[in-house]
Structures are given as structure tokens and as C-alpha cells.
């Protein structure tokens, strides 16, 4: 056969195997869903691409084949336009109708989420950029902010902290001011819990402390089986009176002035939150912390570590004396 006729060949059969996919994919996408029950909701997180909201659906009792939800979308030219939300779907809807449903925004309820972790100033933009909401608090300072939901906090010198960090269902045109009212009370409500089954003899002397001390387990824990590791260190500093020498606090106390890496020069400059040169908790929290990051908090492992340091892979080694830690620094930072 010749070359000619080897490559007619190969495109016809090319042909023939995109017809039969193009088939099949049109038979899969007009085939009703299996849902886990005769309706349900399901919420597709902000900023989610394509394979997460595939991977929201089937987690939510909506079971798309990823692969071909991913080739539908994109064949049609709709992988730019899923909209954020929450969706009720019921018995009968195929695959192509969940398409179609997300790229329309047909929602039950409009979403805004805030993760474990974020400051506030992060929280407020991230609220103030969805445009779903009214927005009642833009320019609005955070103390005032405070008074505005009538919280119980307005004595303090920063809100920070005060919100937790969750998914927040709500109905277009709903004022912020409900999101950070509810964000407020939740954070209170898991504080609260948290505290009331707190560990004995820990250095707290109020759940406002422990709130604080969990933004920074927060911050530091790269592995969430570390994180009461990770608090117990803190805790036993704490108990010792040595210094809580933590980077992110630093970070937090530079604010603009960070440029990225932190310096020498970094660690020196006191600031109400450098707890290299400060001893004790710093005076407010440094980021919003989430329930793990609470329990962990009020109840730490049982350890004597006063170090710790990161292997470069999410996992920490801990250590109960210098010397050990000044050996894990020289293997997993310095290399050596």
C-alpha cells in the first residue's frame, strides 16, 4: 500500500474514531444522573476550575465522569463560564443539564468562602469583590465594622481573628454585613466549644489567648497532623517563659514593609508582634483559624518538644532540646 493511501487511511479511520466518540459522549451526556438521593444540593466553591467543580459534583451525590464532563465543557466552549453557587438538582438531570445549569449560574443560593488562614484584610477583599453581595462595609473601618454587627469585641484594638474561616450560603443582594455577622457568631460558637474541652494546665488565661495562639498554630502547620505537635511546642514555651520566636507573627507585624522573604534585619525590628523580641502571646491574633487549628490549641499533644523545624515537604521534625533541633536545621535547611 502506498504512503498515500496508508494516510487516507488513517484519517479516515481518525474519522470514524472521533465520530464514535463524539457518539458516545452525546449518549453519556443525555443519560440521566445516578443522584445519591431524589434531590440534593450541591455547592461549587469560588475560583474552582474545571476538574475541582467535576470533583464537587461527584463529592456532593452527583456522579459525572470527570474525563467526559471535562471534554463536554470544553467542546462547547464553556470551561470560562462556571459560576460559583450553590444548585439543587433532582432525579432525571443529565450530565449536559448540571452543565448547563453552572455555566447559566442558575443557583439556589450565591456562596462566598473564606479559608482557615486568611487574614481579615484578605477576608474583606474577598467579600468585597463578590458581586453578589450589597456591599455596606467598604471603607469601613474594622473596629467599626464591629459595632456594626454588635459585637461584643469593640474594646479591642483589632478585629482581627474574630471571623471564621467556612462556606457562607446567601441569597443575592444579601448586605455583607449578615456574612460577617454570621462569620462573628460561628467563630464564637467554635471557640466556645473548643474551649470547654480544653486540656488542663494549659498557659491561657482566656479564650481570647487561645484564640490568638491558634492563628499562629494556623500559620505554622504545613501538615494537619502536626498541628498539635506544633501547638504543644508553642504551649511549652509558653510555660517556660521562652520566647515564642515564630516567623509569621514577624510577617504580620511588617505588614506592607515584608517583602517576601524574611531577613535578618526582619527578625531585629520589634514590632508588637515580632516574638523574637517580645515575650509572650502577641497582642492580637494574626490570621483567621479554623476548627483543627482551635482543637489542636486547647489540646496539644502530649510532648516536651521546644522545637521544630520543616523538612521541606510539609512534615516537621520535632525536637525537645537545642542541640537535636540545631541538628534537623543543619540536615533540612542548611543541607548538611
Not at 472521533?18 to 443522584?35: D, E, H, I, Q, T
Not at 471557640?191 to 474541652?197: E, I, K
Not at 515537604?313 to 537545642?322: A, E, P, Q
Request: aromatic share 8%; net charge positive.
Amino acid at each position: 500500500m502506498s504512503l498515500l493511501k496508508k494516510c487516507i487511511v488513517a484519517a479516515v479511520l481518525v474519522a470514524m474514531l472521533a465520530a464514535a466518540v463524539a457518539r458516545g459522549v452525546y449518549w453519556w451526556a443525555n443519560r440521566p444522573v445516578a443522584l445519591a438521593t431524589p434531590e440534593l444540593d450541591v455547592t461549587i466553591k469560588p475560583h474552582s476550575s474545571l476538574r475541582s467543580v467535576t470533583t464537587q459534583l461527584n463529592r456532593g451525590g452527583v456522579p459525572v465522569a470527570p474525563e467526559l464532563f471535562v471534554l463536554m465543557t470544553r467542546v462547547l466552549g464553556l470551561s470560562s463560564q462556571l459560576k460559583s453557587g450553590n444548585y439543587a438538582f433532582k432525579t432525571g438531570v443529565t450530565p449536559y443539564e448540571v452543565l448547563e445549569k453552572i455555566a447559566r449560574g442558575d443557583v439556589n443560593e450565591y456562596v462566598a468562602t473564606v479559608i482557615e488562614g486568611w487574614t481579615l484584610q484578605k477576608m474583606r477583599a474577598e467579600l468585597d469583590g463578590n458581586p453578589a453581595l450589597t456591599h455596606d462595609t467598604v471603607g469601613m473601618m474594622d473596629i467599626d465594622l464591629l459595632k456594626a454587627i454588635g459585637a461584643a469585641e469593640i474594646d479591642k484594638t483589632s478585629a482581627e481573628g474574630l471571623f471564621f474561616p467556612d462556606t457562607y450560603l446567601f441569597d443575592k443582594g444579601t448586605s455583607d454585613l449578615a456574612v460577617y455577622k454570621r462569620a462573628y457568631k460561628l467563630m464564637h460558637l467554635r471557640l466556645d466549644q473548643a474551649w470547654a474541652t480544653r486540656a488542663p494546665n494549659l498557659p491561657y488565661k482566656t479564650p481570647y489567648d487561645a484564640l490568638i495562639m491558634a492563628s499562629i498554630v494556623e500559620k505554622e502547620t504545613g501538615r494537619a497532623q502536626d498541628r498539635p505537635l506544633v501547638a504543644a511546642v508553642f504551649a511549652n514555651r509558653l510555660r517556660i517563659g521562652m520566647p515564642l520566636q515564630t516567623d509569621p507573627t514577624v510577617i504580620y507585624g511588617l505588614g506592607p514593609a515584608y517583602g517576601g522573604h524574611l531577613k535578618k534585619n526582619d527578625l531585629q525590628t520589634d514590632t508588637p508582634y515580632n516574638t523574637y523580641t517580645r515575650m509572650g502571646l502577641p497582642p492580637t491574633p494574626i490570621a483567621l483559624p479554623g476548627v483543627a487549628a482551635l482543637t489542636a490549641t486547647l489540646n496539644p499533644a502530649a510532648s516536651g518538644a521546644l522545637y521544630f523545624v520543616s523538612r521541606g515537604n510539609g512534615n516537621s521534625i520535632f525536637s525537645d532540646n537545642l542541640g537535636d533541633h540545631n541538628k534537623a536545621v543543619d540536615k533540612y535547611i542548611r543541607g548538611q
